[in-house]
């Protein structure tokens, strides 16, 4: 996997939050990143996983390194000797959604030569839609998708974020990840990129550009739908919602988990939303050390 690894700094407020004085919470600080908590649950589930990134060459960047280690990820980190390791601010509120302000501090200078040659040469890359948002990010994410076409691996994209993609336009972002095998739109980024609110006619239009796609619904499961006609659906896995963070992570490493593994479309959606279920009921975007 390519993407972010960085420090969240998380705020549970069970109350209202009231600007312009003081909200008393206690304050976690977990490792976090959409590319580098797949990994993770990824790992979890038994499936070999390299993680590429660049964190700072600072305490918090060793720290985070050593979590990957402890997660049963192999990472393999640049380190920015200028720019400090990034952070994430997460306000988690009583029903489990989160607010996120985010420094991306020496992620933003993920570049090519931070992807080293010998993991793009088998296996399976999964991008986090993050790495798209500019600067040498972009170009090591198109560099990425590029070696790993060239060399016959299988590719899934995670969109990630729907101002990164109304920021880039949908077309870009379409265009410079078409001919991917998995794509994980959730239903907002879904309708963005497809132009329609209803879930099988996004699926649809998305295979246009894409082997398969997976939409992740949120309390509704997901869906699965192939270019070859198959199609399935899950219900959502009981779950009582503490923090959301990281939930569509933990969704796209199930539904990954059993797909490389040969494991056939319905059972890979059970598996993610399984975990996806387990990823709500704790605080942070990990499965436990």
Known sequence: MVGDLLYDLLAKVDGDVTLGTDTFTSIRMVAGGSGANASAWLAASGIETHFVGRVGD?????????????????????RDPSVATGKVFVLVDGTGERTMITDRGAS?????????????????????????????????AREALSLARGSGMSVSVDPSSVPLLEDLGSERFLGWTRGADLCFPNLEEGSLLAGTEDPERIAKRLLDHYS????????EGALYAGADGESSRARAAPARAVDTTGAGDAFCAGFLGAWLTGAPAGEALRRGVELAARAVERVGGRPEA
Do not use: Q, W
Not at 58 to 78: Q, Y
Not at 114 to 140: K, M, N, V
């Open 58 to 78: 600072d305490i918090f960047g060793r720290s985070l390194e050593e979590e990957m280690g402890r997660a049963g990820v192999r990472a393999h980190l640049a």
């Open 108 to 140: 933003e200078n993920l570049s090519p030569g931070d992807l080293p040659d010998t993991l793009l040469g088998g296996g399976h890359l999964h991008l986090s839609g993050y790495t798209f948002s500019g600067g040498s990010r972009r170009e090591t």
């Open 212 to 219: 398969a796609v997976v939409l992740k619904l949120g309390a």
